[in-house]
Each structure stands twice: as structure tokens, then as C-alpha cells.
């Protein structure tokens, strides 16, 4: 893929890892934050992958194989889907919309190759082809449909408008965060699907004044904030969807057989997560900001440790995203232990300092099943 038009913008920072490809910030994040939070920014997504899917059976197919039921998906229409592997771990994640020829695929850009040739080899028989067309299509995103609208309209090669609308703000699913106070209230994201040289014409909209631009960092900070999960920092190999509580917007819970509905569930009836997602507020006192990866521990209180000793430390989790939000200060996402308790002081040890964390719960530590399994007598003890 060519180089982003964005990354020639006056003070435009490219960014590294996760999003490289794209501009990190132009100068200030925290600005851009605000700008894209009220709507009046657009998010260079340009290294995202595009995958399509063609033909007559591309619905009901792409239905048998994922967690969100897709057969029905009217043109236009957003939905989010997760692949999973037999023992339930999630494999890809799709942001699907339809324009009743062909089904879009947004996925990070790194999938986008693998999902291709992943459903490649399942077409069988079926009247279904598939294509990564990343290198002809590209990605704009922004809260709300209004500042792309004044960036650039959106692709529509078949008379309906690709613009997914994220389904995080509206919990179809079973939801495992307390419902009130959710902050995916005030999540209004846009992902808008346009022909890659569309990009110079939304570049230029930026330099007329029409419409501001933000970097990947504000996108993020919004994103943490809003505990959205997101395939490239919060999924691992061990990843299941209950963990990440996305249940609430990428699993129909009413929808037939799929590689990884067992794990599905079992552990949404029967068991509990065995990680869980938390939101962190860190102490921002050493102007650290932890990376992914870096370790998250809970020191034991209880015994005491003896005068002059240090509490045992036992590592609980690991960061998966952090971001120095404009309102709540330096925050992070991490996956941690499920019988960590909610009240537990956590740190992080992050560049030789230790970051004091206070945890928000998203997928709480007391999930329960959704079934009540009543307790069996134990065998030999006799009750009157």
C-alpha cells in the first residue's frame, strides 16, 4: 500500500507498532482528543485491512463459520463478527457491512492476508469469492458520520454507503459490565470504507479547513476510555470472547453451530471467565505511561510482612493498551486473573518504577454463570 497522504500533513508524527502506517499526532493529542470526541475530527485508519466477500451464498456462509448472526444482515447494515478456533479462543474479528452485492471486511491490517486465505479455503462449493482488496480500499474513522461527510463521501460501489457504525454503544449481546454508567453511552464510532485515492481528496478537506484530523493516539484514548476492545492489543492466543465482555456486541447468543459456540456457552452458562478486562487509572506522578506487555502485580497485605520487609508481589495480569486520556489522565486497559480481587491496590512495573493502578471492574471478578446450577448432595451424607 502507498504511503498516507496524512502522514504529509504539517506536524504529522507517524506512528509506531500497532498503528504504524498512519499519523500518531499532529502536534498535540490531547487537542485532538477534544476534537474528535465532539465530533469534529477524522482518524487516519488507512492501515486497516479490507476484505470482501461476493456472491449469492457470501451471507449465509459467513453466518455458519462466525459468533454474530450475519444471514439476515440487510444492506447497509453493521454488525461486528469474531472467528474462533474449536476451544473458543477468538482467531480474527470482522467489522462487517453489507451492501447487498458484497459483504465488507474491516480488520486490522496485519489479518487482513490471513483472513482472505483463511476463507478461501472454506468456500467449498459454495457460490462465494474472496479478496483482499486493502491496496484498492482504505479507512476513515471518527465519531459520528458528520466529519467524514465533510472529508469525503463514502465508497459505494454498489449504491449503498460503507460507513460500519459500531454496535459497542447499543449491547445487543449479554453484557458482564454493570449496566449503569457504561461509558460506551457516548460512543458514536464511524468506520468509513473509501476508494484508497479518496485519501488525498480527505487530506485536502484538512488543509481547506472543512474538517480537522486527529491522530491514532486520540482514537485509542477514547477507545480505552470507552473499554472497547480491540483485536490487535487486547486479544492474545488464550483470548476469549467472554474475558473481553464482547459478547455484548460481536456473539449472538441465539444463532446455530459455529467452530468455538461450546466454549461459548459453557462458559457463559456454566462457568466464568477465567481472565477479565479492567480499566486502570494510573498514577501519572512519575510521567510513566506502561506500555503492552508490561507486567500488573498485587502486593499481599495479609500477614503482615514483618518490620522492614516488603510485601510478596505475585503478578495478576499484564497491560494490553494505555493512553494519556485529555479528561481521566493516564489510563490503561489490562487483562488480569479472575479471582483478583476489585479492591486490590495493583501496580504496574513499567521502565524500572512502579505505577500505583486503581482498578475499574469492566468484566467484574464476581461474573456470574447465567445458569443456576443447583448443588448436589455429596455422596454418603444423608439428608432427613
Not at 38 to 63: E, F, K, M, Q, Y
Not at 105 to 117: F, K, N, Q, Y
Not at 190 to 211: Q, S, T
Not at 317 to 335: C, D, F, K, Q, Y
Amino acid at each position: 500500500m502507498s504511503a498516507s497522504p496524512f502522514l504529509s500533513r504539517p506536524g504529522a508524527v507517524p506512528a509506531e507498532g500497532i498503528d504504524a502506517g498512519v499519523p500518531a499526532h499532529y502536534g498535540n493529542p490531547n487537542v485532538e482528543q477534544r476534537r474528535l470526541e465532539s465530533g469534529r475530527a477524522i482518524v487516519d485508519l488507512s492501515n486497516r485491512g479490507v476484505v470482501t466477500v461476493t456472491g449469492p451464498d457470501r451471507l449465509t456462509w459467513l453466518h455458519s463459520m462466525a459468533s454474530q448472526a450475519l444471514a439476515r444482515l440487510a444492506a447497509g447494515e453493521s454488525a461486528e463478527a469474531l472467528l474462533l478456533d474449536a476451544n473458543g479462543h477468538i482467531e480474527h474479528v470482522a467489522h462487517v457491512v453489507d451492501d447487498g452485492t458484497t459483504a465488507w471486511l474491516i480488520v486490522e491490517g496485519p489479518d487482513a492476508s490471513a483472513l482472505a486465505a483463511f476463507l478461501d479455503r472454506m468456500r467449498f462449493m459454495l457460490r462465494v469469492e474472496v479478496a483482499d482488496v486493502s491496496a484498492d480500499w482504505a479507512v476513515l474513522g471518527a465519531m459520528g458520520a458528520e466529519p467524514l461527510d465533510l472529508a469525503v463521501p463514502a465508497g459505494a460501489p454498489n449504491g449503498v454507503a460503507l460507513d460500519w457504525v459500531d454496535p459497542w454503544r447499543t449491547a445487543s449481546g449479554h453484557q458482564y459490565a454493570r449496566a449503569a454508567g457504561h461509558p460506551a453511552a457516548d460512543w458514536r464510532w464511524v468506520e468509513r470504507l473509501v476508494p484508497r485515492a479518496a485519501l488525498a481528496d480527505a487530506a485536502a478537506a484538512v488543509a481547506a479547513g472543512r474538517v480537522e484530523a486527529a491522530g491514532a493516539l486520540a482514537a485509542e484514548a477514547l477507545r480505552i476510555a470507552a473499554w472497547r476492545p480491540r483485536q490487535a492489543t487486547e486479544v492474545d492466543e488464550k483470548a476469549i470472547p467472554h474475558e473481553l465482555d464482547w459478547l455484548r456486541s460481536a456473539v449472538d447468543l441465539g444463532k446455530g453451530c459455529y467452530k468455538g459456540q461450546e466454549t461459548v456457552a459453557k462458559v457463559l452458562n456454566l462457568g466464568r471467565p477465567p481472565r477479565r478486562l479492567v480499566l486502570l487509572h494510573l498514577d501519572g506522578s512519575d510521567t510513566v505511561l506502561p506500555v503492552p506487555g508490561e507486567v500488573v502485580v498485587g502486593e499481599k497485605t495479609r500477614p503482615e510482612p514483618a518490620a522492614g520487609e516488603a510485601p510478596e508481589r505475585r503478578q495478576v495480569g499484564r497491560i494490553t493498551s494505555s493512553a494519556m486520556h485529555h479528561e481521566l489522565g493516564p489510563i490503561a486497559l489490562a487483562v488480569v486473573k479472575r479471582a483478583v480481587p476489585a479492591d486490590l491496590p495493583l501496580i504496574v512495573e513499567s521502565h524500572g518504577i512502579d505505577v500505583a493502578a486503581a482498578q475499574v471492574e469492566i468484566v467484574p471478578a464476581d461474573a456470574a454463570s447465567a445458569v443456576d446450577v443447583p448443588r448436589l448432595p455429596r455422596l454418603g451424607v444423608h439428608r432427613p
